[in-house]
């Protein structure tokens, strides 16, 4: 009997200070993932032009982003580039439907050529992100935006495109939410990396 007391006294001894260990790494994440949350919800609130949705997009990426703004960045640029490609995406699948009129089609076509552009011109933004570091500094950050800005011009002239022909307006307003929801990501991301240095 007081041999099982002792080996519990020793487990509880040996246990003890691994649980309280764990306690503290587990605290300490805890506090650095609301650290790194805050940094975002910050960062969107005051920087972004649409906070919501960099909210939204942006906090599920905030243990790789922690407080860097070169990643948070980037991270927007990624995310306006799945965005940009779902777009595609969708708008080439309204192009295959039966019964849409050659007007639906021609404006089809010009928002997808408008949407490869902006994907396009997406990654050259992340490219040019990418040679901050370099003695061209400055010339890569201008690159960075001028891209970036391209992608939301790419996005309206999708829209007067839309607007300029005969279409469908559940067509149209397909189209429209979808193209809208890009250069949100995109404005977003351009705001970022304006606001870098």
């Not at 960099?54 to 860097?68: A, E, G, R, V, W």
Request: charged share 20%.
């Amino acid at each position: 009997m007081e041999s099982c007391s002792s080996n519990s006294r020793k487990l509880i001894k040996t246990l003890f200070p691994i649980l309280v260990l764990l306690f503290k790494i587990s605290h300490t994440q805890a506090n650095s993932n609301s650290n790194y949350t805050n940094f975002i919800e910050s960062k969107c609130t005051l920087i972004s032009t649409y906070p919501p949705i960099c909210i939204k997009t942006l906090i599920p990426y905030s243990s790789s982003i922690q407080t860097n703004t070169i990643k948070l960045c980037d991270t927007a640029l990624d995310i306006a580039i799945d965005g940009a490609k779902n777009a595609s995406d969708m708008v080439s699948e309204l192009g295959k439907k039966k019964g849409i009129t050659k007007y639906e089609a021609a404006a089809i076509k010009d928002c997808i050529t408008d949407l490869k552009d902006a994907v396009y011109e997406l990654k050259e933004t992340l490219g040019a992100m990418n040679h901050l570091n370099d003695t061209d500094k400055e010339f890569q950050w201008d690159n960075a935006k001028t891209y970036a800005s391209a992608v939301i011009s790419d996005a309206n002239s999708c829209l007067d495109g839309l607007s300029d022909r005969k279409v469908n307006p559940v067509v149209k307003t397909k189209i429209s939410g979808t193209i809208s929801y890009v250069t949100k990501l995109a404005s977003n991301a351009l705001a970022f990396i304006n606001h870098l240095y």
